[in-house]
């Protein structure tokens, strides 16, 4: 591991200890062992040559190392107010509003300032699947095997192995409606039953040529000061594509003796144009949710 790496992943221990400390502490289940020794767990598996070995192309993902412990340091208290946010969620139905229930798949909705969130709560009755859902969630490309809709996805700057920032790109029923996203992804084991995987937008500087607003995370307080620049593609540099905002989503995975329970939290800015019509938007986010109800049948026994 070089010295430059050694150096993100010291300065990321306090506050990725911090983050598994608090995390669902008033669950039930034990919470891990202690700050230091959670933290250790994550990094000690999470040395350069473990992720270079992880890639078919180790050049390409040293490059993706950063080398800004600051810049590591905000990513990762991003992550944990994001995460700190969502624990105040789990279990809490009294705000949110039934959509619907069907087949152990039940999805409601409630307003959060001027935009709303989604919750999707799923059983998998396969308690053998759990790594394998945690895997294909925290895969940059995982959604093709359940979103039609998805195009593909990249990894554009790694922190950590469980600290990363994502592209992802999406097409939708009008052509010239096709966009993509750049978000801060975090994940985090809280234990050996139990990960939370976050994404989640800032107002990175993409050097996208579009006409833009200044984007502002309703959510998450700490996005709003974190401002990467990242070196994107000559489609979104020439304003080819829209740009969409993830303003908070969360799958909170549980492996439980007869099953896999995951809670999907999803808020987005579309940033659709003036032309699209509120119910097309929130009917594609409803079926966007639903496609994760799809985990049921690629992870049956």
Known sequence: MNKIYIKISLALLSVTGYMQNMAFASDSTPSPNSPNETSKEILDNDSEDDIQQSSSNPKEVEHLLYDDPEEAIKAADVISESLAHIHKQIGNINDYKLYSKQDGAILYFKKFKDTEIGKLELTIPNPDS??????????????????????????????????????????????????YYHALGGKIELSKDKTMIIVVSSDMNDHDGGKNKKYVNPFVESANSFKPDIDSEEDIRNGDLYKMYINLVAFFIKKETDCV?????ISIDPNAPFYVPNYFVRKALVVKILDIVKLRDIFKK
């Open 130 to 179: 759990y790594d394998d859902i945690v895997n294909m969630l925290w895969d940059p490309n995982g959604a093709k095997n359940f979103d039609n809709s998805f195009i593909k996805g990249t990894i554009r700057r790694v922190y950590n192995k469980n600290l990363l920032i994502i592209q992802q790109r999406h097409k939708s029923g009008m052509k010239a409606w096709n966009g």
């Open 261 to 265: 329970k995951v809670t999907y939290f």
